[in-house]
């Protein structure tokens, strides 16, 4: 990697993720800003090549942003106002506000446990009804769901599963990228993602039919791109059904391909920054640091670093602590039930999720962040607790 050109000004000392910017990627900005095509064009779509090619997908799909992507593979396999959809609590907001933007229920689900942040099968089972449709497994903090149990239950219900693979770039289960599971997989490109191009998504799926409908949903329904009709490939268009402009743009395209050809090391790099909270952390003070324990065939993409505080702990005191010390934490995530907007309409008891609502914490992660970085925020939390 080339030398730094700008680091993340901020008043924090270990930051929550922090992105490395240099010379390659600056320079891969410019020459696509001097291309004078900055619309979606051949940068998206040779982004789109790589990342079906990283990931061993059919097709790969670029759209605007993760929630973009989720709206539109629930979207393209039929959701709509008579379904539900099995979808876990613990998860970012988006995948519930993808299902009502469909006209679907968002069905909220329980995790394993304090050591298991994914969705419980077993719950899943439980929250199945006539009107459910599809099921939204997350591979929380980049770690693969019990994708094989939750499959099960799906093929025996007739259910269709998307995958919410925003954490999860370069994950896989039992040698099969996180992604490339379910009948749809959605990612995010977010700035503290493990892969950020600042906005930017991409849907995978290895279904032709699906794969046409998400291109058609992604640019209003037009049979042609702008990009086609510019290289005189087309001179009109058709339209067939009622997209959206979700389309993603030729600089934030080539950032994801520099970002894409870095994504094994980055992710290799938070797994030793894990290993090493693990080591001090875990089992620590009555500290747990969920996932632990390898399970075959189950490869994480270490997007965050969460524990679960001691029963009884002031998280907002032990955060003020790390505050103080200039180590900024966050948390992943309040419950989506737990919010103004679900709680209204939630009906289902999550006992697991409600157990460990207050005691997540997560704490800074980013390939490059320093060993002693590392040891600040373990000495700093340990005495904080
Ligand atoms: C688990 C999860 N799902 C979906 C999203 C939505 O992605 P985006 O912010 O790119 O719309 C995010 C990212 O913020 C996320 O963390």
Same mark, same amino acid.
């Given at each position: 990697?080339?030398?730094?050109?700008?680091?993340?000004?901020?008043?924090?000392?270990?930051?929550? +993720?922090?992105?490395?910017?240099?010379?390659?990627?600056?320079?891969?900005?410019?020459?696509?800003?001097?291309?004078?095509?900055?619309?979606? $064009?051949?940068?998206?779509?040779?982004?789109?090549?790589?990342?079906?090619?990283?990931?061993?997908?059919? !097709?790969?799909?670029?759209?605007?942003?993760?929630?973009?992507?989720?709206?539109?593979?629930?979207?393209?396999?039929?959701?709509?106002?008579?379904?539900?959809?099995?979808?876990? +609590?613990?998860?970012?907001?988006? @995948?519930?506000?993808?299902?009502?933007?469909?006209?679907?229920?968002?069905?909220?689900?329980?995790?394993?446990? !304090?050591?298991?942040? /994914?969705?419980?099968?077993?719950?899943?089972?439980?929250?199945?009804?006539?009107?459910?449709? @599809?099921?939204?497994?997350?591979?929380?903090?980049?770690?693969?769901?019990?994708?094989?149990?939750?499959?099960?239950?799906?093929?025996?219900?007739?259910?269709?599963?998307?995958?919410?693979?925003?954490?999860?770039?370069?994950?896989?289960?039992?040698?099969?990228?996180?992604?490339?599971?379910?009948?749809? $997989?959605?990612?995010?490109?977010? %700035?503290?993602?493990?892969?950020?191009?600042?906005?930017?998504?991409?849907?995978? =799926?290895?279904?032709?039919?699906?794969?046409?409908?998400?291109?058609?949903?992604?640019?209003? $329904?037009? =049979?042609?791109?702008?990009?086609?009709?510019?290289?005189?490939? @087309?001179?009109?268009?058709?339209?067939?059904?009622?997209?959206?402009?979700?389309?993603?743009?030729?600089?934030?395209?080539?950032?994801?391909?520099?970002?894409?050809?870095?994504?094994?090391?980055? /992710?290799?790099?938070?797994?030793?920054?894990?290993?090493? *909270?693990?080591?001090?952390?875990?089992?620590?003070? $009555?500290?747990?640091?969920?996932?632990?324990?390898?399970?075959?065939?189950?490869? %994480?993409?270490?997007?965050?670093?969460?524990?679960?505080?001691?029963?009884?702990?002031?998280?907002?005191?032990?955060?003020?602590?790390?505050?103080?010390?200039?180590?900024?934490?966050?948390?992943?995530?309040?419950?989506?039930?737990?919010?103004?907007?679900?709680?209204? =309409?939630?009906?289902?008891?999550?006992?697991?999720?409600?157990?460990?609502?207050?005691?997540?914490? =997560?704490?800074?992660? *980013?390939?490059?962040?320093?060993?002693?970085?590392?040891?600040?925020?373990?000495?700093?939390?340990? %005495?904080?607790?």
């Amino acid at each position: 990697m080339s030398e730094d050109v700008a680091v993340n000004e901020s008043r924090w000392r270990v930051p929550l +993720s922090d992105i490395a910017v240099d010379d390659e990627l600056v320079d891969a900005v410019l020459e696509t800003i001097r291309s004078g095509w900055w619309s979606m $064009g051949p940068q998206v779509a040779e982004f789109e090549r790589e990342f079906a090619a990283f990931t061993d997908a059919h !097709h790969a799909i670029a759209v605007a942003n993760g929630s973009a992507a989720l709206h539109l593979a629930l979207l393209a396999v039929g959701c709509g106002s008579e379904d539900e959809v099995i979808v876990p +609590s613990l998860n970012f907001v988006a @995948a519930a506000n993808s299902i009502v933007h469909t006209g679907a229920k968002p069905v909220f689900c329980d995790v394993g446990g !304090h050591d298991d942040l /994914n969705l419980d099968p077993g719950d899943v089972e439980r929250a199945v009804s006539p009107r459910t449709k @599809a099921i939204i497994v997350l591979h929380y903090s980049g770690v693969p769901c019990a994708f094989d149990d939750i499959a099960e239950i799906a093929d025996r219900h007739r259910l269709t599963i998307v995958e919410d693979a925003a954490h999860a770039p370069g994950a896989s289960l039992n040698g099969r990228m996180c992604g490339t599971l379910g009948r749809v $997989g959605c990612f995010s490109f977010f %700035s503290n993602k493990n892969l950020p191009v600042g906005e930017g998504g991409m849907i995978l =799926t290895g279904d032709d039919e699906l794969a046409e409908q998400l291109r058609l949903l992604r640019s209003h $329904g037009m =049979t042609t791109l702008t990009w086609d009709r510019h290289r005189g490939h @087309a001179s009109s268009y058709d339209v067939v059904l009622p997209g959206f402009n979700y389309r993603l743009d030729e600089v934030r395209a080539v950032l994801g391909m520099v970002q894409l050809r870095r994504l094994p090391e980055e /992710n290799e790099a938070r797994g030793r920054i894990v290993a090493r *909270y693990r080591e001090a952390l875990d089992g620590a003070q $009555g500290l747990t640091m969920p996932f632990g324990g390898d399970v075959e065939g189950r490869v %994480s993409s270490h997007h965050l670093a969460v524990v679960v505080l001691p029963d009884g702990t002031d998280r907002s005191e032990v955060r003020a602590a790390l505050d103080a010390d200039g180590i900024q934490t966050s948390v992943h995530y309040p419950p989506i039930h737990t919010f103004t907007l679900y709680r209204k =309409t939630h009906q289902r008891n999550l006992p697991r999720t409600d157990a460990i609502a207050e005691r997540i914490l =997560t704490l800074p992660l *980013y390939g490059r962040m320093a060993d002693e970085q590392v040891d600040v925020v373990i000495g700093t939390l340990l %005495s904080a607790i």
